[in-house]
Structure formats: C-alpha cells, structure tokens
C-alpha cells in the first residue's frame, strides 16, 4: 500500500528488473519512500495509469504509463481509479476490472506463479484525542513514567470539571510542546493512590477517548439502560439480539437495521463491529454479529453556487433564475448540485419548512422524494404537491366546517375495497423494502380513488377505508394520522393498532382488460372475467362494436388468444 498523494514522490533506481509473468516484460525496481513497509511484504505493483500515487512517481522518473482500464471518453483527468474495460491486457481485454482480476488470477494459479489470497489493509487504531470531551483513560503514570492500569473498584474515572478548554502551553517559549486540556486540571492530573503497594503519586492519562468509544455499543445499552450492576443484563440481551427471519431461519443477530450514510456508517460499522467482537469473546454478548442488515441511504442534493474565487457563498441568499443568472450581493455567481450540508453552504433549515408547511409535510416529502438509496434533488416547489396530498387527505376524513368526521359505518362499494387492500398489500411490500416513495405514490393513488369514487360527490367516506388509509399514513406523517385518528373516535393512540392487513381474496382481479390487435396494430380494449377461457374471451372481443369497427366486415381467419396478456385477430 502507499501514503497519501500530497508528498513528493522520491525513489532511488536499484538497478534491477522484476520480470512480469504474464508478458515477460522486464519492470525496474525502485525504492521509494511512499509505500508502506508493514503492508505485505513492502513490495508493491505500481500501477501508474491507475493509481494517482504511481502516476506522479512514474512522471518524477519517466517510467511509461499505460492505461490498462479504459477511462470515459470525456476523461481529462490523469490516473483512473474507476470502473471499465481492460485494454492493453492481451486476453483480459474487454473484461470489466472485477472479471479481469479474477481471470488474471486464475491464469497465475494455472501457470503455477502463484496463489489468489486476501490482503488486508487494516492499520493500528489511533485511540487518544487531545481534547476534553471524550472518556478519559483508566491509566496513570508513576514516577518513572510507567502505565499502570487503574483497578476496577477506581472505575470510572470521571471528566473534572474546568472552565478552559483550550490546550496549554508548557514552558515560555513558543516551541514547547503543548498539553490536552486535562492538563489543566492540576489536582485532578496528579493524583495520590493506593494500588497495592502504598499510597504514591501519579500523574493521570491527559488524553481522551475518541468518539467511537462511546458510539461502538450504545446499541446494546438501549437494551437495559437503568441497569447499574451490568452493561446489559444476559436474558435481556438474548431477547433483543437473538433474532430470526420472518420464515423461521436463524438470523445473524444483533440490530436488525442500520440505516446511515455511506461515509459514517462504514467507518462506525467496522469501530462496533471490532467492539462487538471483543465483547463476544469475552461473554458479554450472545451473537458474533452486532448488525443484522445495513442500508446506506443516499445524499440529499440541493443548488450550490461559486463566486469567481471558487469559493461557496450562502445559497440563502442567492438572488436570480436560471434564464437571467444568480447574483450573490451583487456579484454574479455559478449554479452546481451538490450534497446538502454546511460545507457548500447550501443547507435548507428544516425549521423554516415547519413553520410553513409543518413536520409531517417535511418528513412526507423526503420519503417521496425518490428511492432511499438514490441522490435525490431538493426541489421547495414539490414540497408544495405533497401539502396538498395531505390537506386533501384530510378533507376526505373531516368536514372542514364542523371538524367533525365525515365517515359512515356502511360498507365500501367493490371496487373501492379492491383498491383498499390492493394499496394494502403494495405499502406493506413497499415498506418492507424501504420503498417509501412508492408507498406515498400508492397512498396518493387510494386518496384519489376514494376523493374520485366518493367524496368528490359530497358522500361521506367508508369508515373501513378511512381508518385503513390514516393506519398507513401514520409511519410517514404522524402527526397529522393521530389526529385524524383521534377525529375518528379513537380514545388511545394509533400505535396501538396493528398495521392493516391485505384480504388475499381482494387481491384477485374479477376482470381483466386485453388488448385486441387487429392485423397487428391495437385497435381496442376488451374486459372480460379474470378466470375466462379461450372461447369465452374470443367471443367476447367480436361482440364488441369497436373491434367490428376495425375489421370494417373483413373475415377472421384466426384468433390468437395470449391468456391474460392480448389477443390478435388475424385477417
């Protein structure tokens, strides 16, 4: 493995050739201060064309560089890390970079160069911060500058408290080493103890803690947090994180989702799941996985601008559109996309959507945004359509002049349960895999249904549907579904009920429509019974006026029926 790309690559020739396996090709060996000699055996491969790390060493020396994966056409750039066809690689062109490496490696084992094994890229665990807030360690010094580990009756040992938290400076002069901010704690820094061989002074450890300290098992003390005698007790663990799937196989255990962004949640994933295994082999925990399934949830993107500097000013206060330009305090300014946040100053406060459309709006439009997983585009003007689903909604359960509720205890017509459980089942299914914005489509689709079929006529709504829709709304806007909820007459909230279920019998479409090809273009729809055969259907498709129409009397010779899909009528 190599450093960073920032330094300066330097290297001394050896004067000697590698020979290359596979094309016998002669590589001059160089030692170079930039690859690592703990990873493997210090020796690297270098890949100029596809490793910016190589590429500047190649450049520094005049070494060839070629391209072995084809970059984009519109590649202007130098080294290319990414994905694409081998080229310049003989039988392995052509071969996307995950095919190629595991033909190339078959091809060593098969020439007896070698064997195909796992290399790892782990580095030792920086775990101390120069700051105050973090956990200080269980360790001091004696006077010869020793460690020894505090016992378990001195744990934990506690943050003092100090007003400045800045680091200090030891000594006059301004090369002196700083200290962290314990230092400044002087009665808590030395300290007179008693660890087993008579009362002596020690100095305490005056770094902290990183974070991941007290991130890596926060998931296990959720499980019993007023518990003072353990970190979790035994049988509450195994109820928790012994788990199983819905058919009855064993799972792997642990958290059954952890939703997080692709950036922390790898890095927290790989810290817990180190922890998690100490813990396992230790006792403490019951399953040698802490995590059952991880879901990286994509970016929200939203309007960046640049000034001529190409420095990010506040979007906030861009002024402007995209036919006339955006100004910043004047100053014209170019439009990017990019990921939301603070570092391109394009962040939109979520208090200022709730004080104008209201958290369930809020939370309602990042679900339908678009697929969890994908970068999805902030637009405030679709915040607009979803309020509106929501106020529609609402007019559809509660009559806006009473503030009554506006449903009936009688039956819902057929097709409007059909559509009920059909939205039923798709929200369940879309739930179950974090489809979010498909089930605010289907919840859309009823709500429109019922408004169609219903209401639009000044009926009141079926109380089954009602309460079917408010039960499904609730994950995503749950404010707004307790108190319709409540508007229905419930005295508890809605937690309590169980999600709806889907009647499999509703599911099955009584009738189905069939295109009709007529000399091989579609010249009509025909409905007929979901369970009608090929005499029934074909009988039905030529009584129909519009299907006569486009044979204008010309004689059938043949009807092809497709079951369930179309039927062409040859003439």
């Not at 895999?433 to 709504?461: D, H, Q």
């Amino acid at each position: 493995d190599r450093q960073v790309e920032s330094r300066v690559k330097t290297g001394v020739f050896t004067g000697s050739f590698a020979v290359n396996p596979a094309t016998g090709g002669h590589i001059p060996v160089f030692l170079a201060d930039y690859v690592l000699m703990g990873y493997g055996t210090g020796a690297i491969m270098a890949v100029p064309a596809q490793d910016q790390r190589d590429w500047d060493f190649a450049e520094a020396f005049d070494l060839p560089i070629v391209r072995t994966v084809a970059p984009p056409g519109d590649w202007a750039g130098q080294a290319y890390v990414g994905e694409g066809p081998a080229i310049n690689s003989g039988f392995l062109d052509g071969l996307e970079v995950s095919e190629a490496k595991r033909a190339m490696v078959a091809w060593l084992e098969g020439q007896g160069h070698g064997e195909g094994t796992v290399t790892y890229r782990l580095r030792d665990w920086l775990f101390s911060r120069q700051r105050y807030w973090g956990e200080p360690f269980p360790i001091v010094y004696d006077d010869q500058g020793r460690p020894v580990a505090l016992p378990e009756s001195m744990l934990p040992v506690e943050l003092p408290e100090i007003d400045d938290y800045t680091p200090t400076v030891v000594g006059d002069d301004d090369d002196s080493v700083p200290e962290p901010p314990l230092g400044r704690a002087k009665e808590w820094a030395e300290v007179t103890l008693d660890l087993g061989d008579g009362p002596k002074t020690y100095r305490r450890e005056l770094n902290t803690m990183p974070q991941w300290a007290g991130s890596c098992w926060y998931y296990l003390r959720y499980l019993d947090p007023d518990n003072d005698a353990a970190l979790v007790d035994p049988d509450v663990e195994r109820y928790w994180m012994q788990g199983s799937k819905p058919d009855g196989r064993p799972a792997f255990g642990g958290v059954d989702l952890y939703v997080g962004g692709v950036e922390h949640a790898v890095l927290h994933l790989l810290y817990a799941r180190f922890w998690h295994k100490v813990l396992f082999d230790l006792g403490h925990v019951s399953t040698p996985e802490p995590f059952e399934r991880l879901f990286n949830q994509g970016y929200i993107l939203a309007d960046a601008f640049l000034d001529e500097r190409g420095f990010h000013v506040e979007a906030s206060e861009v002024e402007g559109d995209p036919e006339s330009g955006f100004t910043f305090r004047g100053q014209p300014v170019r439009r990017e996309l990019g990921k939301m946040g603070k570092s391109l100053k394009n962040a939109v406060s979520p208090e200022a959507i709730h004080g104008e459309y209201g958290t369930d709006t809020l939370r309602l439009y990042e679900m339908a945004m678009g697929p969890l997983d994908a970068d999805r585009p902030w637009n405030a003007r679709d915040i607009i359509g979803v309020h509106r689903f929501l106020q529609r909604l609402w007019r559809n359960v509660v009559d806006e002049e009473t503030g009554a509720a506006r449903v009936v205890d009688a039956p819902a017509g057929d097709e409007l349960r059909r559509a009920l459980h059909r939205t039923i089942d798709g929200v369940r299914s879309d739930m179950d895999g974090l489809r979010f914005n498909t089930a605010v489509a289907k919840l859309t689709e009823l709500n429109n249904t019922l408004t169609r079929e219903v209401t639009a006529s000044g009926a009141a709504t079926p109380r089954e549907v009602a309460e079917g829709l408010v039960l499904m709304l609730a994950p995503l806007a749950p404010h707004v579904a307790e108190e319709l909820w409540a508007r229905l007459g419930h005295e508890s909230s809605l937690v309590w009920t169980p999600f709806p279920e889907a009647d499999p019998a509703l599911l099955v479409d009584e009738e189905i429509e069939l295109p009709v090809q007529v000399a091989g273009k579609v010249r009509a729809h025909v409905r007929v019974p979901a369970d009608a055969d090929a005499a029934a259907v074909e009988a039905a498709v030529l009584d129909d006026d519009r299907v006569q129409a486009a044979l204008a009397g010309r004689e059938v010779r043949r009807v092809v029926v497709v079951p369930a899909r179309l039927v062409n009528l040859v003439v």
